[in-house]
């Protein structure tokens, strides 16, 4: 019994010290590489500050625009094509095959993006300081000899730091970076050094000078039913405008790849479109597009077609050989959705351009606690009630899409829904699976009915008209008959098969009533 005693103390105390140790390891392994990580942000942001100046006083935006395409294209192509991860998408596809980033990815997720954002291409700032922390974490690892898990780990903590230290949401940051790799699910083991590597970069860069937006929503109104049932439809609406956004990307990029031509070329002409679709509409939707964000969160008008021209903008940019995140135009756009719902629906536009900002996030990347923990770190508490309702229903309503195509699905968004988890975005698709006694069940053969009455009245419609203005409608009854055969198709049926065929025959028509059919 004593012999016992001391040997479950002794098996308790052996996982509490390696607990222990474990929780140094990764509070000084994250210390560092938040250290670097704000750093290199730092850098980065204010790099691409005076790019942008100087960009600006140099030449206009449609003669710079295009050159800065054809320029990203050469830069990645002949210059640097070693340095694949640019992408956070690639990121996130080096993470799941536990493969270390390549070294060149640092230089050029730092430039390529600079190139393409001071020449006025509509992508966004945070992916390249997350992929620059990726990159960073995944060199970091292999200096000290790290096993595959261990570098995997640095690797998602440098985009949890990268995030946290763009846009100055540490905590948002953090849960972004262990969110973002699965629909579905989050890397708990990753929790804690994810949150110090993030608290770590926010609190080097913020320390060296880089600002950040905060816009606490001073208008909530008191809660009602009626108001929180616009929230749900508002969350709706965010849902569908992210199905948008993504299938916008998707065809642009497709379209991209099928144009015949040299990939500058076609970079050039597309620099030429959005210069020439600038000066049509608004040079607002080249670059970050701050201005638009920010006014739209202080009440600002916004025009009710900017978050469909900001698609349409970054989708060509990223298409035709941009580099830069996602996360930004995102914003844009959910802030530009909001804004234009919440005037449709007369209710305050900075509140519902708050909420549309986090619910366009959360279904665009299928992080929807990470956008919850965002619109507190941004507009408040007293927000945060409606904003991760519509942040849930936006995540829910984009279906099993996302803007980043490698995270892998862990979970269906529907149980009507048939698709294959554990595979990529990219690698599948959903089928629908009918389940006696379910609403979706019901609504299909509610619709079904729906769509066999209007055929069946669209059939009588040729009965209303003269015989010389008869429609070539079907009957419904006549569909369920098999077609009468006449002389011409049996002779041609006979020519088809004649060569395969005994000698033909002399075939007697059939008769009916003394009529020949």
Not at 32 to 40: H, N, Y
Not at 318 to 330: D, Q, R, W
Request: aromatic fraction near 12%; hydrophobic fraction near 50%.
């Amino acid at each position: 019994m004593k012999k016992d005693f001391f040997y479950d103390v002794n098996s308790h105390f052996t996982e509490e010290s390696v607990i222990f140790v474990s929780i140094f390891k990764w509070f000084v392994l994250a210390t560092v590489i938040g250290i670097i990580i704000g750093l290199s942000t730092t850098l980065f942001v204010k790099a691409l500050d005076w790019s942008i100046k100087a960009a600006n006083l140099a030449v206009p935006f449609y003669i710079l625009l295009p050159v800065a395409l054809v320029a990203n294209v050469l830069f990645l192509k002949y210059i640097l094509p070693s340095g694949d991860a640019h992408t956070t998408d690639k990121v996130i596809e080096y993470i799941h095959k536990f493969k270390r980033i390549p070294g060149w990815s640092l230089v050029t997720a730092f430039f390529a993006p600079i190139i393409t954002i001071a020449g006025g291409g509509s992508v966004g700032k945070e992916a390249p300081a997350a992929d620059i922390g990726a990159t960073i974490g995944s060199i970091f690892g292999g200096i000290f000899r790290l096993d595959s898990d261990d570098v995997r780990k640095l690797t998602i903590c440098g985009i949890s730091a990268g995030f946290a230290a763009v846009f100055g949401t540490p905590l948002a940051g953090a849960v972004f970076g262990i969110e973002v790799l699965f629909v579905g699910s989050l890397l708990y083991e990753v929790l804690l050094p994810s949150f110090i590597a993030g608290i770590t970069a926010y609190g080097v860069s913020s320390a060296l000078g880089i600002p950040y937006f905060y816009h606490p929503i001073d208008f909530v109104p008191v809660f009602t039913e009626s108001f929180f049932i616009k929230v749900v439809i508002a969350g709706i609406f965010f849902g569908l405008c992210t199905f948008l956004l993504i299938e916008v990307l998707r065809r642009t990029k497709t379209a991209a790849k099928a144009l015949p031509g040299q990939d500058w070329v076609k970079a050039l002409v597309a620099g030429l479109v959005l210069s020439a679709l600038a000066l049509v509409f608004s040079t607002q939707y080249l670059g970050l597009g701050m201005d638009t964000i920010n006014g739209a969160l202080t009440g600002s008008a916004v025009v009710w077609y900017a978050f469909l021209l900001k698609m349409v903008f970054t989708g060509i940019t990223l298409g035709f050989g941009g580099s830069g995140g996602i996360v930004t135009p995102v914003l844009f756009v959910g802030a530009a959705a909001g804004s234009v719902f919440a005037h449709f629906m007369g209710l305050d536009p900075a509140t519902f351009a708050a909420i549309g900002l986090v619910a366009v996030l959360a279904g665009a990347t299928n992080t929807p606690i990470a956008a919850s923990i965002l619109s507190v770190e941004l507009f408040g508490a007293k927000l945060a009630p409606y904003a991760m309702v519509a942040c849930v229903i936006s995540f829910i309503m984009t279906g099993h899409r996302s803007v980043y195509p490698s995270q892998v699905l862990s979970m269906k968004k529907s149980s009507s829904l048939d698709i294959e988890t554990g595979k990529r975005i990219q690698e599948s698709e959903p089928h629908y699976h009918r389940r006696e006694g379910t609403l979706t069940a019901l609504m299909d053969d509610t619709v079904g009915e729906g769509v066999r009455r209007t055929t069946r009245s669209i059939s009588h419609i040729p009965d209303h008209f003269p015989k010389r203005f008869h429609l070539p409608i079907p009957r419904m009854e006549d569909l369920a008959k098999p077609p009468r055969k006449t002389e011409g198709d049996e002779k041609k049926a006979g020519e088809k098969t004649a060569p395969e065929t005994a000698p033909k025959k002399e075939r007697k028509t059939p008769e009916k009533d003394g009529k020949t059919r």
